[in-house]
């Protein structure tokens, strides 16, 4: 691949602007941390709209760029080496974009890794336990007669939220007085927990205070606030 044009992406989401990083996403948990990173560095970009409710992640030019069929998914036409880079899963996307900006992750060896493991924990943990618990509460689980699948994910939720808040105990951010992708990846996870699915009150989001601190610091960050709509949907 020598450019943009050369990816078969490019046929159904042209790129106006292709010496930019391409951002093929959605407005969802997983896809706004990576509009969130790039507000948050100032890199170029230019987004597209992968319009689940026409099937867009399973057709052909995007699962060129992520076999499998998950936003958010990015083209740098500067990648490494001055050569195009395609990513895929978020958190590999948010480390890439630290170290090309020279931001938002610790330099310092042992912090570094640390904000990785905090970045590790949401992908492991936050974001498939609040979305299980998502889909029991708020989508088709919720007609489910059996309430033991949706109870299970409650109390790992609560049990994860609990991980977060003695953890952030004396700290403003994940990483104490540094805010990281580790926050980038976490917070817009526990506001869809509490707003868009609405389980704040099953969590028991109020005795979670330190959470629900950090939370609101981070939403209110005009970086955060513009990439919490990005791409804008239809």
């Known amino acids: 691949m020598t450019g943009i044009a050369d990816f078969p992406i490019h046929a159904k989401w042209p790129a106006s602007f292709p010496d930019r990083i391409q951002l093929y996403s959605l407005p969802t948990s997983n896809g706004v941390k990576v509009s969130i990173m790039l507000e948050e560095t100032g890199l170029p970009y230019e987004p597209h709209l992968v319009n689940f409710d026409s099937n867009d992640q399973l057709s052909p030019e995007f699962i060129s760029l992520n076999p499998n069929n998950k936003i958010p998914a990015i083209i740098d036409p500067n990648g490494p080496g001055g050569e195009p880079l395609a990513l895929f899963e978020s958190g590999a996307i948010l480390i890439y974009l630290a170290d090309k900006s020279g931001m938002l992750l610790p330099q310092d060896a042992s912090a570094r890794y640390q904000a990785i493991q905090w970045l590790m924990f949401q992908m492991g943990g936050i974001g498939p336990m609040f979305g299980q618990l ?29 991980v977060l808040e003695r953890h952030l105990e004396g700290r403003q951010w ?46 209110a960050r005009p970086a955060v606030e513009r990439g919490l709509n990005i791409p804008a949907r239809p």
């Open 174 to 219: 994940m990483m104490g007085d540094q805010y990281t992708i580790a926050d980038i990846a976490t917070f817009p996870w526990v506001r869809n927990l509490v707003g868009f699915y609405g389980a704040g009150d099953l969590v028991g989001i109020d005795n979670f205070p330190n959470v629900q601190r950090v939370l609101a610091a981070f939403v």
């Open 134 to 162: 998502g889909f029991f509460h708020k989508f088709a689980g919720k007609d489910y007669e059996d309430k033991r699948p949706r109870d299970r994910y409650v109390a790992e939720s609560v049990r994860l939220l609990g």
